[in-house]
DNA sequence: TGTATTTCTTGATTTGTATCAAGGCACGCC
DNA sequence: GGCGTGCCTTGATACAAATCAAGAAATACA
């Protein structure tokens, strides 16, 4: 798999597109991080430190109930912005848990710098709303889904777009994802 | 209840402060509205044609499913903005509806207008991107507030924070909101 | 290759909530 | 004031999914 340098700015880009001259100043804030196997990028009562977009693997975010079990909300895929927008818009204490389900890499910028490109450049205050706009609008459309459809349908649906990446990660982590019991994700599969 | 003229504008520099020039500009471009108990200001396959400011009364947001039941996913009260945002930013079809659960007034503006101020000011601009983040930020913590509390934990809390003008709303639009059947509400009410 | 550990499947039982159904209460209207 | 129409409550039953409990399959690791 190939991971051309265009690829962060093409991704800015599908919301808002950019000078030369900003994009570089933008470029030059991100850093490369690289992350392995379940290792937790933001833990619960943090402060979110980074944006990230994922350069390659999988990212989840999940909340830790009190009674200790958890519930994923979403997946960052390769391509995909990731972290603890909250927290780390806020800076305040994270709720969530961000942890990576494979080992991979993330660009990564800090709250300073996202709110320089923010101050600096209208077309970065403007990519920010957009952007907030997108992932609300996403939980929008889940949400939708969550209501008009049976689980069993929840599932076919959630399978047939599931990137390939996610056919090799526990059933365990889609089941919270989809708010059932493994057991009962395993048995919806069974039936057919 | 006295609804001063600085209402809107107090509302808007919640999150950013403006220029008495670019207000100015900006208030113009509100018209007012009024609305009587149960009528439809957006239906689903239409397009938003405003935004709105809650004057005085109560709106609220649902879904209607397929097969004719509705799942009320928000309230707009007096002194909060309104709409559906996902098909007004987007100028497609909406898939909510938007309607007044009582009589009242509401500040309303187009998207050519909103639009304009966006372009025209940064401070409009982070606004906007700052008011999505609000209503992110505000159904994420109500996504947790689902997981992590029961049924009856939740009607507690619902009601615990529930404004006055709620409390003569029909209960089936609370149930509804909560997701679950008037008569499960019913009971989780009959138990204290 | 063999063993340990994790992940997945399957079965039996329980539980929470929906559904169906009927009765009570309150408010508006003639 | 009596009556009708919503709205809410209460009861009986049904059902979907969670829980509890084993066992099978897959994977990691020595």
């Given at each position: 798999?190939?991971?051309?340098?265009?690829?962060?700015?093409?991704?800015?880009?599908?919301?808002?597109?950019?000078?030369?001259?900003?994009?570089?100043?933008?470029?030059?804030?991100?850093?490369?991080?690289?992350?392995?196997?379940?290792?937790?990028?933001?833990?619960?009562?943090?402060?979110?430190?980074?944006?990230?977009?994922?350069?390659?693997?999988?990212?989840?975010?999940?909340?830790?109930?009190?009674?200790?079990?958890?519930?994923?909300?979403?997946?960052?895929?390769?391509?995909?912005?990731?972290?603890?927008?909250?927290?780390?818009?806020?800076?305040?204490?994270?709720?969530?848990?961000?942890?990576?389900?494979?080992?991979?890499?993330?660009?990564?910028?800090?709250?300073?710098?996202?709110?320089?490109?923010?101050?600096?450049?209208?077309?970065?205050?403007?990519?920010?709303?957009?952007?907030?706009?997108?992932?609300?609008?996403?939980?929008?459309?889940?949400?939708?889904?969550?209501?008009?459809?049976?689980?069993?349908?929840?599932?076919?649906?959630?399978?047939?777009?599931?990137?390939?990446?996610?056919?090799?990660?526990p059933l365990r982590h889609i089941a919270s994802y989809l708010n059932m019991t493994p057991e009962t994700l395993?048995?919806?599969?069974?039936?057919?």
């Amino acid at each position: 798999m190939l991971y051309f340098c265009g690829m962060l700015r093409a991704a800015f880009e599908q919301l808002v597109k950019l000078e030369d001259a900003e994009w570089a100043d933008a470029e030059s804030r991100f850093k490369t991080i690289s992350f392995v196997k379940d290792q937790l990028l933001t833990r619960e009562g943090e402060i979110e430190p980074y944006f990230y977009f994922v350069k390659s693997g999988v990212h989840s975010m999940y909340y830790l109930s009190p009674d200790g079990d958890e519930t994923i909300l979403g997946f960052s895929f390769t391509g995909n912005f990731s972290g603890a927008y909250d927290s780390f818009s806020t800076q305040t204490p994270s709720r969530l848990y961000i942890q990576a389900l494979t080992s991979g890499e993330a660009f990564a910028i800090t709250y300073a710098d996202m709110s320089y490109l923010f101050d600096r450049y209208k077309n970065f205050e403007r990519w920010g709303r957009l952007f907030i706009q997108h992932i609300l609008f996403g939980r929008g459309r889940r949400e939708i889904e969550m209501l008009s459809t049976s689980a069993e349908e929840r599932h076919k649906a959630f399978v047939a777009r599931m990137p390939q990446e996610l056919q090799q990660i526990p059933l365990r982590h889609i089941a919270s994802y989809l708010n059932m019991t493994p057991e009962t994700l395993s048995r919806l599969r069974a039936k057919r």
